[in-house]
T-cell receptor, first 109, second 112 residues
Framework: RKEVEQDPGPFNVPEGATVAFNCTYS??????FFWYRQDCRKEPKLLMS???SGNEDGRFTAQLNRASQYISLLIRDSKLSDSATYLC??????????FGAGTTVTVRA | DGGITQSPKYLFRKEGQNVTLSCEQN?????MYWYRQDPGQGLRLIYY???????QKGDIAEGYSVSREKKESFPLTVTSAQKNPTAFYLC???????????FGDGTRLSIL
């Protein structure tokens, strides 16, 4: 079983829609969690950290469910500029981050 | 500006040649990482270093080598033993074990 798994999508949504997707992780000792955004042929950029109580940054909401070992990302009022691949990253009890393969989101006009 | 600088942006390797990818950071981060990304794939860890003069193999270290002589610098050498080097190589760093990693803008390596 992979350490971190994501639904690859693609999620194809109209502008203004809400889209949500999950990322599951296998290491129950994982301490910290992140969402990154990666545009085509570019480096991943940190979108947000995921806190135990859940957190929001504008139109983006991240949640952590430790019992079921997954994190989620919800994007409200989708913009064309939200089209990207979203990578989740999970930290174990060492200095390494494990990345999912990414979920592709395409927002259409 | 503080950040992570990778060079070159594009690199071509001939058969039997070793090439070195540069990664420099001025963020005063202790830990540095090298990843490989193939088209449509996730990030795979090649090597990482938590402190100067120390580094560990990641999941796909064969055919690669690194050094960490200075805190700011973590160069990656792709040796001739790496038979399929064509990929997007990403360097990252972070300040501590529970902090996010930050990435350079990558080097695209191709075989001539």
């Amino acid at each position: 079983r992979k350490e971190v798994e994501q639904d690859p999508g693609p999620f194809n949504v109209p502008e203004g829609a809400t889209v949500a997707f999950n990322c599951t992780y296998s290491n129950s000792a994982s301490q910290s969690f992140f969402w990154y955004r990666q545009d085509c042929r570019k480096e991943p950029k940190l979108l947000m950290s995921v806190y135990s109580s859940g957190n929001e940054d504008g139109r983006f909401t991240a949640q952590l469910n430790r019992a079921s070992q997954y994190i989620s990302l919800l994007i409200r009022d989708s913009k064309l500029s939200d089209s990207a691949t979203y990578l989740c990253a999970v930290n174990g009890n060492d200095y390494k981050l494990s990345f999912g393969a990414g979920t592709t989101v395409t927002v259409r006009a | 500006d503080g950040g992570i600088t990778q060079s070159p942006k594009y690199l071509f390797r001939k058969e039997g040649q070793n090439v070195t990818l540069s990664c420099e950071q001025n963020l005063n981060h202790d830990a540095m990482y090298w990843y490989r990304q193939d088209p449509g794939q996730g990030l795979r860890l090649i090597y990482y270093s938590q402190i100067v003069n120390d580094f560990q193999k990641g999941d796909i270290a064969e055919g690669y080598s690194v050094s960490r002589e200075k805190k700011e610098s973590f160069p990656l050498t792709v040796t001739s033993a790496q038979k399929n080097p064509t990929a997007f190589y990403l360097c990252a760093s972070r300040i501590g074990s529970n902090q996010p990693q930050h990435f350079g803008d990558g080097t695209r390596l191709s075989i001539l």
